[in-house]
């Protein structure tokens, strides 16, 4: 089956560190990938995506490049802000399954200035 | 901003109460979708539906029953509510096409004493 492993947190860091949030997935054939983020009290929402191998998906400085040869989509950002904490979720969706989606157990991210 | 709208927000109730999760979207979407979000923060998708008169259970059993009468609304059910229901209970939905972006509400925080 399908599944998505990210890693535990929380992840605490200072305000313009850099930031990895390691996703890895198992999948059959092709999937897409994706990253949500929930911000407190709020419901998630799509931060980036990557359709096929090689894709880089960005977005408000966050980036995530699609690994077909380490099952891996990991998430950077090169200086994080004190906005940017919340809970990020690694996801998967087998192409020929619409928008089900597999989500990863989520990553707590704590930024203190 | 998504258009999807879930109440109440907060919901504290005896063991053995029937209660009624309410969810509307303003988006026209097709599809939409009921995931259970454990306290580690794990999504498990308990429902979905492709459209008006269509609902399928999702990977994680669940003793809740959902009904799709009108596209725009989206409710789940619980007849007896025990405390192994206490979660947060979030909804989302997408447009027809495989696109990957699903639009989640802010969630529905249930608690069964």
């Known amino acids: 089956g399908n599944s998505v492993t990210q890693m535990e947190g929380p992840v605490t860091l200072s305000e313009e560190a850099f930031l990895t949030i390691n996703c890895t997935y198992t999948?059959?054939?092709?999937?897409?990938l994706f990253w949500y983020v929930q911000y407190p009290g709020e419901g998630l929402q799509l931060l980036l995506k990557a359709t096929k191998a090689d894709d880089k998906g960005s977005n408000k400085g966050f980036e995530a490049t699609y690994r077909k040869e380490t099952t891996s989509f990991h998430l950077e950002k090169g200086s994080v802000q004190v906005s940017d904490s919340a809970v990020y979720f690694c996801?998967?969706?087998?192409?020929?399954?619409?928008?089900?989606?597999?989500f990863g157990g989520g990553t707590r991210l704590m930024v203190k200035p | 901003e998504a258009d999807i709208y879930q109440t109440p927000r907060y919901l504290v109730i005896g063991t053995g109460k029937k209660i009624t999760l309410e969810c509307s979207q303003t988006?026209?979407?097709?599809?939409m979708y009921w995931y259970q979000q454990d306290p580690g923060m794990e999504l498990h998708l308990i429902h979905y539906?492709?459209?008006?008169?269509?609902?399928e259970k999702g990977d994680l059993s669940s003793e809740s029953t959902v009904s799709r009468i009108r596209t725009e609304h989206f409710p789940l059910t619980l007849e007896s509510a025990r405390p192994s229901h206490t979660s947060q209970y979030l909804c989302?939905?997408?447009?027809?096409?495989?696109?990957?972006?699903?639009?989640f509400g802010e969630g529905s925080r249930l608690t069964v004493l």
């Open positions: 988006m026209g979407h097709d599809k």
């Open positions: 999948a059959t054939g092709y999937p897409s």
């Open positions: 539906s492709y459209g008006v008169n269509s609902t």
């Open positions: 996801a998967l969706s087998p192409n020929n399954a619409g928008n089900m989606l597999t």
């Open positions: 989302a939905s997408s447009v027809g096409g495989f696109t990957g972006e699903l639009f």
